[in-house]
């Protein structure tokens, strides 16, 4: 949703859906330009002319991509948006596309799509299967800069392809004040890890540790992939002397030096800060902190406790399906081309594989904006699952973004008060996340939202693997490892220990809705389960997994190898002790393709005495209370039912 200052532009012509609606941008991004233009629940305008400062059409140096499927044929077709600069000097932009296996370190031979083609079919696909694309948009004139000549797009594309029952480690580091005094939470997070196929190792630590020696507990886990989740205030390693928003040289905080377990990390001069602005050697764990220490000023009324608190609450309501966001982006650029880095196209390419493009909507960042159509009134309206925001910057504020003083500010209050449920921000100094009411930590505050973020633009997020399915620890590894294998219009800052995720880092886009009231029994040697339909079964396709582990926190495995579509199972080899897990599994469909996204887990202990199942999952729309002030309405999918 683009916002015009030229008001009477807003009655003609009449708005039309949404969902049906392109953006038609700039024929000069230093010029005014008519456009059509998608309003966040309007519709489609005409809109009328724009200062230069707001006509930087950033989402032409980015490709915007996205995938359908088929499986007689087997078939993935990629579609993208056409750069809507027309001419760029009389040169015709000519596109490649390159494929390869997820994991693999390069990319296959490119292959050369037609001028002006916009579609194309990879009919070398198999069922079941996932294949990663690089799509590279290329000018061949010599009057622009190099940076201007090339947009990338990427996709993580398959046709049903199958979950991971196993996906790795989590260490879930403590500090002792959480441990203490939410331990009921730190278990149902655990629980909810293992329900989601994860294992667990749990390391209690005090915040007046040292980094190095939270480290070397993390290392004596032994794990070499997976995830660590820093929950509360572990100590804060420091790295580096420089100045990714370019302002004066400093260290930096990074988590990274958490989930490199095998690099180097040097404090030659042993002043607490590790020497070189560069991650040394690839993550293997991906980092995420949940920290609310030192919030006292955004005004939630909550201190770091509570605030925890009712973070691991919105978790697990997100993890079971009772909070759902719409399936649309919000997107308000003020920042523009940043001299060719153009922060803002990570955000139209990772939003656009999750979303499609006609799901990416915009905020007016013009300083005459009507309050309406700020980038923050929008977030406290709706409830997008995704918002990128970009603008100058301090430590707890964005400017032209909000409503506050002179440069129409976006501050710690405001975004804590916001309801999008994960968060790419650009500016100043905000990427210092330790520091006190800092606006990046201040948006995992809000009551209704803010379940992840990330100051991304230098370099961008790495985040398409979203869209088929896999946890954000995939992105954050891409992200944090990425060297020249995915390209932005300029690779700024790629590999600096900066980078970081605010948030559980094992989250996924989406979930399918959990079974409810499972029970058990022996009955002649057997084991029988029982247990309630998944509420997303209404829709249709749906399927159950069952698995059995020695103990309650696994490893998990299959019971049967297919799953079953009634709901009830009969386990003819049981083991007296064991615990069993059922997952509702359903064929989900995104932006990306197709693929099977699993529910979290229920489970039921053989050697657990009867009780009264659990109440069923929550209907669509009735609240969900937990413990704390806190009030979550589920929302059923404002674009249409869920696929």
Not at 122 to 130: E, K, S
Not at 397 to 402: E, Q, Y
Request: glycine letters at 10%; hydrophobic letters at 40%.
């Amino acid at each position: 949703m683009i916002f015009s200052p030229d008001r009477a532009r807003l009655s003609s012509p009449a708005p039309r859906s949404a969902s049906h609606c392109r953006r038609a941008p700039a024929l000069s991004r230093a010029t005014p330009f008519w456009r059509e233009v998608c309003y966040w629940g309007i519709g489609c305008l005409l809109s009328g002319t724009f200062p230069a400062q707001a006509a930087d059409a950033t989402w032409n140096y980015a490709v915007q991509a996205h995938a359908t499927v088929s499986t007689s044929p087997a078939r993935i077709t990629l579609s993208w948006v056409e750069d809507t600069t027309p001419g760029r000097n009389g040169y015709v932009p000519s596109y490649t596309i390159a494929r390869k296996a997820p994991g693999e370190a390069a990319w296959g031979s490119p292959q050369s799509v037609s001028a002006g083609q916009t579609t194309w079919t990879d009919a070398n696909v198999q069922p079941g299967v996932a294949y990663e694309y690089q799509l590279v948009r290329v000018f061949a004139d010599p009057a622009v800069p190099d940076w201007d000549h090339a947009a990338y797009g990427y996709l993580l594309s398959g046709i049903n392809v199958p979950f991971s029952d196993q996906r790795g480690r989590v260490i879930l580091v403590v500090e002792q004040t959480i441990a203490d005094d939410l331990t009921d939470r730190v278990q149902r997070l655990r629980s909810d890890l293992v329900g989601d196929g994860w294992l667990v190792t749990q390391v209690n630590v005090n915040r007046n540790d040292t980094p190095a020696s939270v480290r070397d507990r993390i290392r004596s886990v032994g794990a070499s992939s997976g995830a660590v989740v820093l929950l509360g205030r572990v100590p804060i390693a420091k790295a580096g002397n420089y100045a990714p928003d370019f302002h004066e040289d400093r260290a930096m905080p990074t988590d990274a030096y958490y989930g490199d377990v095998d690099g180097n990390w040097v404090d030659a001069d042993r002043n607490g800060v590790f020497e070189g602005d560069e991650i040394p050697s690839d993550i293997e764990l991906a980092v995420g902190r949940i920290d609310f220490a030192e919030l006292g000023g955004i005004g939630a009324g909550l201190d770091e406790v509570p605030l925890t608190a009712r973070y691991l609450d919105k978790d697990h309501a997100f993890r079971h399906a009772a909070l759902r966001f719409d399936r649309r982006a919000l997107i308000g650029d003020r920042v523009g081309l940043d001299r060719g880095r153009v922060p803002a196209a990570g955000a139209y390419r990772a939003f656009s594989a999750m979303f499609g493009a006609e799901n990416i909507f915009l905020a007016n960042t013009e300083d005459a904006a009507a309050d309406q159509e700020r980038w923050i009134t929008l977030l406290q309206q709706n409830a997008p699952a995704w918002a990128f925001g970009s603008g100058g910057g301090g430590n707890s504020a964005v400017a032209s973004l909000g409503l506050q003083g002179e440069f129409k500010s976006a501050t710690s209050a405001d975004v804590a008060r916001a309801r999008a449920g994960f968060y790419l921000l650009f500016g100043s100094y905000f990427l210092e996340w330790q520091q006190p009411d800092n606006l990046l930590r201040a948006t995992l505050a809000a009551p209704n939202g803010g379940l992840g973020a990330a100051w991304s633009g230098r370099p961008s997020f790495i985040l398409h693997p979203l869209g088929l399915g896999q946890p954000l620890a995939e992105g954050i590894r891409l992200t944090q490892n990425n060297t020249t294998l995915y390209y932005s219009p300029a690779n700024a800052y790629r590999r600096g220990v900066h980078i970081a995720w605010l948030g559980d880092p094992t989250l996924r886009l989406e979930y399918t809705a959990p079974i409810s009231g499972l029970t058990g029994s022996w009955q002649n040697g057997t084991v029988q389960l029982a247990w309630n339909a998944s509420p997303d079964a209404e829709a249709g396709g749906m399927a159950y997994v069952v698995y059995r582990a020695a103990a309650a926190e696994g490893p998990y495995a299959r019971v049967s190898a297919q799953a079953v579509t009634t709901t009830q199972f009969i386990d003819r080899t049981p083991a007296t002790g064991a615990t069993y897990m059922v997952r509702a599994v359903r064929t989900h469909t995104t932006a990306s393709g197709t693929y099977e996204n699993p529910s979290q887990g229920v489970f039921w202990n053989t050697t657990a005495a009867p009780s009264d199942p659990p109440p069923p999952a929550p209907k669509p729309d009735a609240p969900v209370r937990f413990g704390l002030p806190l009030l979550f309405t589920p929302r059923s999918d404002a674009m249409g039912p869920r696929p």
